[in-house]
């Protein structure tokens, strides 16, 4: 099984191993650590990586043998890294990735969607953390991609929703703008819905290459709320 190049084969190999009865349940877990060990040490941790070792742990079964794992401090500081070792359940690397959803670098924003599709945020203060960070951010791909992630979570506090409706007039991106109305439609924005909100929105929009879009069903959610 060590022989296998393709983490997802040799994940598969294990796991056939394990139903078949020729691993028992704590030497399946020792052979996965040891394959995840192995990618971390190679520095060979892609996207599919992650969301690999997340895949493997959705029932957090190798939460307990997370200690395997220990790696130099500048090594498990790496966002794929972290991501990984957020994914067996270790508190500090998860702080880590939420940090790299605020990124500039999009491939980081990317490895912290990943994670987050796995295990998504359920603290209200972490999620409104996130949400002022990303809205701190400078206009970018990797910004609108952070933005995407948090329209699942349908914001609630006034705190996040307002840096949301102060960052609308300031993006330099219609992508930004379409995101940030992604996420206010799924939100309680009953808070936010004045005349003069949607005035801004009106006035501040950038012009949309192809026609109506999220930003337009926002005003019209707005206006009727």
């Not at 079964?61 to 401090?73: A, F, G, N, T, V």
Request: proline share 5%.
């Amino acid at each position: 099984m060590r022989d296998a190049d393709q983490p997802a084969i040799r994940a598969r190999m294990i796991g056939l191993a394990a139903n078949l009865g020729w691993l028992s349940p704590a030497e399946k877990r020792a052979e996965l650590m040891r394959m995840i060990g192995d990618q971390l040490a190679r520095n060979a941790v892609s996207p599919a990586e992650v969301d690999l070792a997340c895949a493997l742990n959705k029932n957090h079964e190798l939460d307990q043998d997370q200690d395997r794992l220990q790696l130099p401090p500048a090594q498990a500081d790496k966002v794929p890294h972290a991501a990984v070792l957020a994914c067996l359940g270790r508190t500090e690397a998860h702080a880590r990735v939420l940090r790299a959803l605020t990124s500039p670098n999009d491939e980081e924003v990317q490895i912290a969607q990943i994670y987050l599709h796995h295990r998504p945020i359920d603290d209200a203060t972490e999620l409104r953390g996130v949400a002022t960070g990303i809205a701190r951010m400078n206009g970018s791909d990797a910004q609108a991609r952070a933005l995407d992630t948090l329209a699942p979570y349908h914001l609630s506090d006034r705190e996040s929703l307002e840096a949301l409706t102060r960052l609308f007039p300031l993006a330099k991106s219609v992508n930004v703008q379409r995101a940030i109305a992604g996420i206010l439609i799924r939100s309680d924005f009953k808070t936010i819905a004045t005349p003069e909100f949607v005035k801004t929105l009106r006035q501040s929009r950038l012009k949309s290459p192809d026609g109506a879009d999220l930003i337009d069903v926002l005003i019209r959610r707005l206006q009727s709320s």
